[in-house]
T-cell receptor, first 117, second 112 residues
Framework: GAVVSQHPSWVICKSGTSVKIECRSL??????MFWYRQFPKQSLMLMATSNEGSKATYEQGVEKDKFLINHASLTLSTLTVTSAHPEDSSFYICSARKQGRGNTEAFFGQGTRLTVV | KQEVTQIPAALSVPEGENLVLNCSFT??????LQWFRQDPGKGLTSLLL?????REQTSGRLNASLDKSSGRSTLYIAASQPGDSATYLC???????????FGKGTKLTVNP
């Protein structure tokens, strides 16, 4: 398999502040990473697709100015939740695919539990 | 819009039992299909990947199959163990897209 590391695993922040979540592929290069949000007892909802060296592609209904995504290298993507509010509290998970033809398996980070108080 | 249904939503079985989890897609044109395991408060662990040219994959006590004509997949777990207790998610991509569309999962409890 492959390892995707997500940091932090949990964070509590005050309303109005910003929080940055990192997603790293530790043993492979990922041209594309994905950010998901998961509500309790619900499935994963894709928020955006992060492409190395270019702007992220956001899913319909996801505010790009609120959820800032940066994919500066082939092993690191970051999600910044800006001006967080309690309704942003959720479980955020990233995933990455190995670069290269035929490599289609997606690997996931351990997730970040965000609580906004 | 692709939607994924997983049945049952929850399943409780005694240790040692063989079991089947089901997953169906509204659009049967599935390119790749993955089964994942998620423990409470954790990320996803990839269990099996069925690529576009494949119909079945096996890993240890796990076997997954995909019927592309109907858009249905099953995950078979043999000789279940308490450590298998988790939520199992299926997800698929469609041709030309890397996006995974997920079901809501089946919460499995294996009782000692």
């Amino acid at each position: 398999g492959a390892v995707v590391s997500q940091h932090p695993s949990w964070v509590i922040c005050k309303s109005g502040t910003s929080v940055k979540i990192e997603c790293r592929s530790l043993d492979f290069q990922a041209t594309t990473m994905f950010w998901y949000r998961q509500f309790p007892k619900q499935s994963l909802m894709l928020m955006a697709t992060s492409n190395e060296g270019s702007k992220a592609t956001y899913e319909q209904g996801v505010e790009k100015d609120k959820f800032l995504i940066n994919h500066a290298s082939l092993t690191l993507s970051t999600l910044t939740v800006t001006s967080a509010h309690p309704e942003d509290s959720s479980f955020y998970i990233c995933s990455a695919r190995k670069q290269g033809r035929g490599n289609t398996e997606a690997f996931f980070g351990q997730g970040t539990r965000l609580t906004v108080v | 819009k692709q939607e994924v249904t997983q049945i049952p939503a929850a399943l409780s079985v005694p240790e040692g039992e063989n079991l089947v989890l089901n997953c169906s897609f509204t659009d049967s044109a599935i390119y790749n299909l993955q089964w994942f395991r998620q423990d409470p408060g954790k990320g996803l662990t990839s269990l099996l990947l069925i690529q576009s040219s494949q119909r079945e994959q096996t890993s240890g006590r796990l076997n997954a199959s995909l019927d592309k004509s109907s858009g249905r997949s099953t995950l078979y777990i043999a000789a279940s163990q308490p450590g298998d207790s988790a939520t199992y998610l299926c997800a698929g991509t469609q041709g030309g897209s890397e996006k995974l569309v997920f079901g809501k999962g089946t919460k499995l409890t294996v009782n000692p």
